[in-house]
């Protein structure tokens, strides 16, 4: 749910399943075992992450990915907080590394280096962490 309309451009389209599918072979029991409900929740968000993928490559704006990376980790470490925030780290910063894989694969090769930058800055993004937004850790309460 970005600003631009990626079905213009239908690689984007295929870079959804092919990004989703490298996910499921990497983690294929762990998928098996989700609910379908939960499967579709995860390639949805896999097109949520594309399309700003997309919106950055035609803003030509990395820092849409870093920003967004980074507001993605804290969502993800707010959802998951039975997790170790480095296992919610490792598994935001390799799903992106799953989209980097399924661009070398469906991606026209004149496109690949720009988007291959701005997953950079995604992973920038998520490896930064706090530095990014240092007034999180204040409580809203403390005024």
């Not at 579709?40 to 399309?51: A, G, H, L, V």
Request: aromatic fraction near 14%.
């Amino acid at each position: 749910m970005s600003l631009l309309w990626m079905e213009h451009e239908p690689e984007f389209l295929h870079l959804v399943d092919t990004a989703f599918d490298h996910c499921q072979k990497e983690q294929a029991a762990y998928f098996d075992a989700l609910p379908k409900h939960v499967q579709r929740i995860i390639y949805r968000d896999t097109r949520y992450n594309i399309d700003f993928l997309y919106t950055a490559y035609v803003l030509n704006d990395d820092k849409i990915m870093n920003d967004y990376a980074s507001w993605l980790l804290r969502l993800m470490k707010s959802v998951l907080k039975d997790n170790l925030p480095e296992k919610t780290e490792d598994y935001v910063f390799r799903h992106f590394e799953h989209i980097r894989q399924a661009i070398s694969e469906v991606i026209p090769a004149e496109k690949q280096a720009a988007l291959f930058a701005l997953i950079d800055c995604a992973q920038a993004g998520i490896r930064e962490g706090d530095a990014v937004f240092p007034y999180r850790k204040r409580s809203v309460f403390a005024l």
